[in-house]
């Protein structure tokens, strides 16, 4: 098995090099997308207008074939006594988390209100105004293991912004439920209004409304599997979205001067994902050979290995370049979710040249994981290249900016000859003509 690893290490210098960043940019897309008109797709319109048309009745029948979990509506919604219960259980079993997740929130919490343009004085212009979303849903994962951490990078730059009403769903797995650790940072934020459902007829459920959820959100966050972001992608218009969320990803730019170790280790933090992507650029052989070595020790000793070792041959590479400039324009073509500079002292001036990223993590002791967990920026982030147009998730886009404009009569008459003249240019003889009435006066 960790023969097979051997392929991953590439030289800039060989010939179509390119094939393999290309390999792993279209083995993402196939992870994430839906080819239009496949069956997948065709089954995902059928889940859609299913929920539409069909509301509860739908949602019931999906969760049974898809999850597995036989749900009539009155136990789609988490009671606040279960609530109260859950939080109580992760109380009891683990304190010292609780005081961890209670600690994250507030990392996340500081730094959004740092970050927010809404309150901020100096952004205070007569001529625009914001206004919260006033209700957004958040899919939280928790098929193959619970997700806390979600619900905290999507929860609390909401509630930063001053979105009031949460909408929390998450698939019923733990004892036909959600994770009691979910649900107790759910009591933790405040949020009241959870559901037991997954998967795109959850997704379908925000968009549209049933019985159950009576009133449709106005924005969905979060990630998912592939179903969960095609739904996504299907009802965007109807609703707003964050992104289109693929596998998770990191690109390492490392030299001589960065632990082997280490890089493989945050390699395999990716890719133990399953789905997941891990590329290493580097400008020295020597150090890329270590990698790959310390990548195959530590391999072994994972429980998931064979999965693992799957997802490093399709989505990970390990590549030579011949300097640190063009390892820098090729990492900015690459824009990965994650990019990780572990070079020394040329750390920070390597990330200084970095444009196409959703986060960077600056030196040896930054890996992915501090900023997944601990660090504050949200780790809801662009995928697949997105990162040349995607940002972060923030408290800035649970905002919507209204333009105010406000004339009086002395101001109107100073600039109405201009204004008419470009309406008669378009042939708008109506605009014109509502700007030459308050001028007859």
């Not at 649900?183 to 159950?212: N, P």
């Not at 030299?255 to 399953?274: C, F, G, R, Y």
């Not at 391999?299 to 041959?313: I, M, V």
């Not at 982030?381 to 040349?388: E, F, N």
Request: aromatic letters at 6%; one cysteine or more; glycine letters at 6%.
């Amino acid at each position: 098995m960790s023969d097979q690893l051997d392929k991953i290490l590439i030289s800039s210098s060989t010939p179509d090099w390119h094939a393999k960043i290309r390999e792993i940019h279209a083995a993402v897309r196939q992870a994430t997308y839906f080819e239009d008109g496949s069956d997948e797709d065709n089954q995902l319109n059928e889940i859609l207008s299913g929920v539409k048309r069909r509301k509860n009745g739908a949602i019931q029948e999906y969760t049974k074939k898809f999850d597995g979990v036989l749900l009539t509506p009155d136990l789609f919604r988490v009671s606040q006594e279960e609530l109260v219960k859950a939080h109580k259980v992760v109380e009891k079993q683990s304190f010292e988390l609780l005081k961890s997740i209670r600690q994250a929130i507030k990392n996340v919490k500081k730094y959004q209100q740092e970050i927010f343009v809404g309150n901020k004085k100096e952004n205070k212009h007569p001529g625009i105004k914001y206004t919260p979303i006033k209700r957004v849903g958040i899919c939280v994962p928790g098929a193959s293991a619970p997700l806390p951490s979600t619900l905290i990078m999507c929860a609390v730059p909401a509630q930063v912004a001053g979105v009031k009403e949460i909408v929390v769903v998450s698939p019923p797995r733990y004892k036909g439920s959600i994770h009691p650790v979910i649900l107790a940072v759910c009591y933790e934020l405040g949020i009241d209004e959870v559901y037991r459902i997954g998967g795109a007829q959850a997704v379908a459920a925000l968009a549209y409304g049933t019985q159950t959820i009576k009133n449709p959100v106005d924005k969905i966050v979060g990630p998912g599997n592939q179903w969960v972001q095609m739904a996504k992608r299907k009802v965007f218009g109807i609703v707003d979205i964050d992104a289109i969320a693929g596998p998770s990803e990191v690109l390492i730019i490392a030299n001589d001067k960065a632990n082997p170790s280490w890089v493989a280790a945050d390699m395999l933090s990716q890719t133990e994902h399953a789905p997941g992507s891990a590329v290493v650029f580097t400008d020295s052989q020597k150090f890329a050979g270590k990698t790959l070595e310390e990548l195959k020790k530590q391999l072994n000793l994972l429980s998931r290995k064979q999965e693992t070792a799957k997802c490093l041959t399709n989505f990970g590479a390990i590549i030579i370049f011949e300097n640190t400039q063009e390892v820098i324009v090729q990492a900015n073509i690459f824009a990965p979710e994650h990019l990780q500079i572990q070079c020394g002292e040329d750390s920070r001036k390597i990330a200084e040249k970095i444009s196409n990223a959703g986060a960077i993590f600056i030196g040896d002791y930054s890996p992915v994981a501090v900023g997944d967990y601990w660090a504050g920026p949200s780790h809801t982030l662009p995928t697949g290249t997105s990162a040349r147009f995607f940002s972060a998730l923030s408290a800035n886009d649970f905002i919507k900016s209204t333009s105010i404009i406000e004339y009086d009569k002395e101001k109107l008459a100073e600039s109405a000859e201009d204004i008419i003249r470009l309406a008669e240019a378009e042939g708008l003889d109506a605009h014109a003509k509502s700007i030459k009435i308050r001028q007859q006066n």
